[in-house]
């Protein structure tokens, strides 16, 4: 067994209701773990301690009671930009340093009636827009497996801190990846749901037809279990579908170790030329596995408008955002300039203050596409683009259970490497940004380590599903996690 | 790009326009290879499900307080939100 902080949602169930361990217990060796490695790893942006050990003694009582659930005294990670009822919720910018909502979001309210216990709030790219947590007003994140790396973003601090022992399992959303590529960068396992799976209600709005919540953990069974408590119907998010609750644990327990019967696709989109050739070849070992579990694998899948998908992104995501970012006027709530002489003055220095570069800079993407006389060229046409590539995945599903692909372009690279090329930067998501434009689920799983620096750092396979089936994408991310157990591994701090 | 950023209601110092221009010219380069793909009748997506139209019955329900509305606001009075003159002389 590992030490309590590195046990799997899972595990911790077991010895929890075999009363081997207590909540506050687990709790404490969480927090001691915390203090011991968050100087240099740096995932959270607010601790909540006290509160923790509290949920965890109510947690204590409820298993006294045989009335825990799976997840009760667990504990998690909240990412900062979901929105937590008294506990500072910042979306790591300086808009919102001394926001305190006055509502949980739905997600909270739900792993809140589970039982869990809220370790704290994690780290991120500002108002997640980014890939390396390195766009966050406060300080960046540091990558577990190497401290002189990112942990990928824009959800980096939930990434890293499940990574290193900092909760069992964490929260994060995916606009365009926020989720799988620091999961990938972090050697974890992220989620993300179809879209409409999981309320956004709370969830602090980037793109709104694009975002989605989702969970890391260190294993696939645990993300099923955190999703099987977040999916549901959520009357205050109109884009939250009613269907029926899909189990998707029950699904992955009674489903067999082996893939015999799945067709799985290969999107030669995804494996370019200039791929990096140790992710090209820890991907296709990847693709060995699988073929060895029984399924059948094509490599004659084609997406041909993968290579649209990134300007399709970065006209419709800014776009979105240029209207969800409006609302931070310095009036209502957050950060607010008070010294210029008219009220327009004081909106402009707040927005100017509040903001760091890369939020100004796709908000005004964003505000020129949707401008007089650019609309029908960019956005109007970006959302045409978006149709095609939302076919195309329909049209390679005919013939596949799922889709199989790298996650990231390259393992995590250095702090401080992309900073000056906004560009190079948005590349990072180029094998993610599609599922979200499709509104498809996808999931990374750890899928080994490749050596950089002396270093083993982690990557991570793709696994895409058509429309809710989640069930499915599992079943594969778990049978692959199974055969070759990189979960295990656990970076040393 | 001023232009931009006033629609925006961003300010921006002199720098901040020097730095950004380049840095949006680059970004806005990359969406010319939209212009390749053919779209002729092509529907836009707007977001991924087939939901339309979906709203809840007309009826008042408990909400948040006053109070906790105005609570975070940088500048409030008597349970208001200040700002500055908006129609301006």
Redesign the interface.
């Known amino acids: 067994m590992p030490d309590p902080q590195f046990l799997t949602i899972s595990q911790a169930r077991t010895l929890l209701d075999r009363r081997e361990i207590s909540a506050v217990d687990l709790t404490r060796a969480v927090l001691d773990e915390v203090e011991r490695v968050d100087g240099r790893v740096r995932a959270y942006t607010t601790v909540t301690a006290d509160l923790a050990l509290e949920q965890a003694r109510l947690a204590d009582e409820r298993i006294a009671r045989g009335d825990a659930g799976p997840l009760t005294g667990i504990p998690a990670c909240i990412k900062d930009v979901i929105c937590t009822d008294g506990v500072r919720t910042t979306c790591s910018s300086r808009m919102l340093e001394e926001f305190v909502p006055p509502y949980d979001a739905h997600v909270v309210e739900r792993l809140k009636a589970c039982g869990i216990v809220m370790i704290g709030k994690s780290n991120m790219d500002e108002f997640a827009m980014g890939s390396s947590t390195e766009n966050s007003a406060f300080f960046a994140t540091h990558n577990p497996w190497d401290l002189g790396r990112v942990p990928g973003g824009s959800s980096g601090g939930s990434a890293a801190a499940t990574a290193a022992g900092e909760c069992l399992f964490a929260l994060g959303s995916d606009t365009g990846g926020s989720i799988r590529q620091p999961a990938a960068l972090c050697g974890v396992v992220g989620v993300k749901p179809t879209y409409g799976r999981v309320s956004r209600y709370g969830l602090v709005a980037f793109a709104s037809s694009l975002d989605q919540i989702g969970p890391f953990t260190r294993s696939v069974r645990d993300a099923a279990l955190v999703l099987d408590a977040l999916i549901g119907h959520d009357d205050r998010d109109s884009t939250s579908v009613a269907l029926e609750a899909p189990n998707l644990t029950a699904a992955l327990d009674g489903s067999g170790p082996d893939l015999r019967g799945l067709r799985a696709g290969v999107p030669r989109e995804y494996l370019p030329d200039n791929l990096d050739p140790l992710v090209r070849a820890n991907f296709l070992e990847a693709i060995e596995v699988i073929r060895g579990l029984g399924a059948e694998v094509t490599f004659d899948v084609s997406l041909p408008s993968t290579d649209a998908a990134l300007a399709v992104y970065y006209v419709l995501a800014p776009s979105e955002a240029s209207a969800n970012l409006a609302r931070y006027d310095g009036v209502k709530y957050g950060f607010g300039y008070q010294q210029g002489g008219s009220m327009w003055e004081n909106m402009e220095r707040t927005r100017q203050l509040g903001f760091g570069d890369e939020v100004k800079r796709r908000i005004m993407i964003g505000t020129y596409a949707l401008s007089a006389g650019y609309y029908d060229a960019f956005y109007l046409k970006a959302q045409k683009v978006r149709t095609l590539i939302r076919r195309e995945f329909d049209a390679a599903f005919t013939n596949c259970d799922v889709l199989l692909t790298p996650v990231a372009p390259t393992p995590a690279f250095r702090l401080g490497e992309k900073t000056n090329d906004p560009v190079a930067m948005y590349f990072s998501d180029v094998f993610t940004i599609p599922v979200n434009i499709a509104g498809l689920p996808g999931a990374s799983v750890p899928s080994g380590f490749i050596e950089v620096g002396g270093k083993p750092l982690p990557v991570g396979l793709q696994v895409i599903a058509p429309t809710f089936a989640e069930a499915q994408m599992l079943r594969v991310a778990n049978a692959y996690e199974q055969a070759t157990n990189w979960h295990e591994r656990h970076p040393l701090l | 790009?001023l232009h931009?950023?006033k629609?925006?209601?961003?300010?921006?110092?002199d720098e901040?326009v020097v730095?950004?221009q380049g840095?949006?010219s680059?970004?806005?380069e990359?969406?010319?290879?939209?212009?390749q793909?053919d779209?002729d009748g092509?529907?836009?997506?707007?977001?991924?499900?087939p939901?339309q139209g979906?709203?809840?019955p007309d009826e008042p329900a408990p909400s948040?307080s006053q109070e906790?509305?105005?609570?975070?606001?940088?500048?409030r009075q008597d349970g208001y939100?200040r700002?500055?003159?908006?129609l301006?002389e």
């Open positions: 790009m931009v950023a629609l925006a209601r961003i300010g921006l110092t901040d730095k950004f840095q949006l680059q970004i806005l990359h969406f010319d290879v939209l212009n793909i779209t092509v529907e836009p997506t707007t977001h991924t499900l939901l979906i709203a809840r948040l906790a509305a105005v609570a975070n606001a940088p500048a939100l700002v500055r003159a908006v301006e």
